[in-house]
């Protein structure tokens, strides 16, 4: 009875074992088997799977799971940016460390503006080093300074309007793909003329856009990749020369000649205004005035005759 059974069970593997069955232990695991393992007091083992690799292990845990922060920040698209006001010793000579600085690192300088304020020449200088070698920028520019008066460090995650452009960027060059096809099939057909534009404007505007979103993903790659840093530098107020103003007899005199002839001028144009505007102001009003006292003056004359001769009378 035994060797019935037995063989009984060595028939059942085989068949489950050329149907492809017998990789999977529910089989093994039916019923019927277990029936027959009762019955002999044998139990056979599940079939076992084979082994997986590490590294396809590895990937099935990650994908499972969630990404690692590590992951997510190779990811994410993030622009880098700072201010610096920096105090030196030598504005021009940091100016030229900055510059120097820059390209060093495999970036340049954006822009730079050197003016006077007074005495003190100061800069304006902005620079876009790598991304990576911001932080590493940022303590070099530090090291330069004897102080720094104010330091401001901005980020701008850019990551859902870039994947955003990139997906509408992706969808539209797939169907400037499928019109291309539908134009190339519409003139093996000979379609008419009207079908053939309409598809073809319809690519151009397609076209278009994909110039302009491609356009924007350009420049949100660059600003990610190099990170900008705007820098002002100012002098150090003891590393300034100590200027005396001095005496200067020269000056003085010039100065003083100057003052002179503007006194005099001043006094030439009072003159010449007196004697033209004035004068003849003053004759007219006092002329009737004169007439008048002179009216007067003969009338007492006469009047003082008259009496005399009736007193000698």
């Not at 085989?14 to 002999?40: F, K, M, Q, V, Y």
């Not at 870039?162 to 099939?185: F, G, M, N, P, V």
């Amino acid at each position: 009875m035994k060797r019935i059974l037995s063989a009984a069970v060595i028939l059942l593997l085989a068949t489950l074992t050329l149907t492809g069955c017998g990789s999977s232990s529910r089989h093994l695991e039916s019923p019927a088997l277990r029936a027959i393992e009762s019955d002999n007091g044998v139990s056979y083992p599940a079939p076992t799977r084979a082994p997986v690799p590490k590294e396809v292990a590895q990937e099935q845990v990650a994908s499972a799971g969630q990404p690692s922060a590590e992951a997510l920040m190779e990811t994410r698209k993030i622009i880098y940016n700072a201010d610096m006001f920096l105090v030196v010793e030598d504005t021009e000579q940091a100016a030229q460390d900055i510059v120097d600085m820059a390209m060093s690192m495999s970036g340049y300088v954006a822009a730079m503006n050197g003016y006077r304020q007074g005495d003190r020449l100061v800069y304006d200088i902005t620079i876009r080093i790598p991304a990576d070698k911001f932080e590493t920028g940022r303590a070099a520019l530090r090291n330069m300074a004897v102080r720094v008066e104010n330091e401001r460090v901005s980020t701008n995650d850019v990551t859902d309007e870039y994947y955003d452009i990139d997906a509408r960027l992706r969808t539209l060059k797939a169907t400037e793909k499928e019109l291309t096809q539908l134009l190339e099939e519409t003139r093996e057909r000979g379609g008419s003329v009207d079908d053939i534009m309409k598809i073809y404007h319809e690519l151009v505007r397609i076209r278009s856009d994909i110039e302009s979103l491609q356009g924007q993903l350009n420049r949100l790659d660059k600003l990610v990749a190099f990170s900008t840093i705007d820098i002002h530098l100012e002098p150090h107020i003891l590393s300034q020369p100590i200027e005396s103003d001095g005496w200067r007899p020269a000056e003085i005199i010039h100065n003083s000649i100057a003052t002179l002839m503007n006194a005099l001028t001043s006094l030439a144009t009072l003159l010449i205004q007196f004697v033209i505007v004035v004068l003849p102001l003053i004759l007219v009003l006092t002329l009737p005035l004169i007439l008048v006292i002179w009216l007067i003056r003969r009338w007492q004359k006469r009047r003082s005759s008259e009496n005399d001769k009736e007193l000698g009378a």
